[in-house]
């Protein structure tokens, strides 16, 4: 009529059908989508490289034993890569060291680390205890990649004595660092974890910067802006507690 459409009986009657159909299809999906999100098992977790070089095989033994009912799924690479995952929703949390500026995230700390001079085991300042600074910036360095938060550390710290610094080599991962010192090709600040193993066998000796704070402090990084699975929460309250007491009772012990 007047070139418009009308419904018949039968067809109104089809019509507000459809419309309750497919209220109660999305109805349907939002339930299962939130049933799915409750039950989820496996957390997805972005860290940096040296959070997982020096901690996250910890975590997921201890993790794995006290909840073997879950699972991790760990994704490694610089603070922005953790950032950007965590922003996007690829990952749930994110484990990053030091303070870092992520809008939209609370950082929760879960560890202390510090930074040591890793030397090589003949090297004349091998046998000291603490070192200044000045003394060790006669000597070239080997250096984590500019995107590290080992780097980022190192730089805030120094402020302009950064520049004193002869860096003969920069790379990406702490393994290579400790691999050039224990080649004698410089000195590197490095965690005092990612150290272990070489300090263990007696290729590198570790001294503490004197007069520069080299601590800082490991944090896991949850979105602020929007909620979690069920079992990313319960990963968070557990390294927050479990593991972070777990910690500290090993390096009393040491």
Known sequence: RDGKLQLTVLGRVMYDAAGDLLSRVTALENRLREAAFADSRRIAVSCTRTVCETSVARIVSLFAHEHPELSLGIISGTVKDAQIRLRSGETDVALVEGSVDMPGVDLVPFHVDRLLLAVPSGHELAGRSTVAFAEAARYPFILRGPASGTRLL????????????????????????????????????????????????????AVELGDVDLTRTFHVAVPSDREIPQAGSRFVDWLTTRYADARREKLSAV
């Open 154 to 205: 190192i730089e805030q710290r120094l402020g302009r004595r950064f520049e004193q610094l002869a860096v003969a080599f920069e790379l990406d991962g702490n393994a290579e660092v400790v691999a050039c010192v224990e080649a004698g090709i410089g000195l590197a600040l490095l965690s005092e974890t990612a150290l272990s193993s070489a300090l263990a066998l007696g290729t590198v000796a």
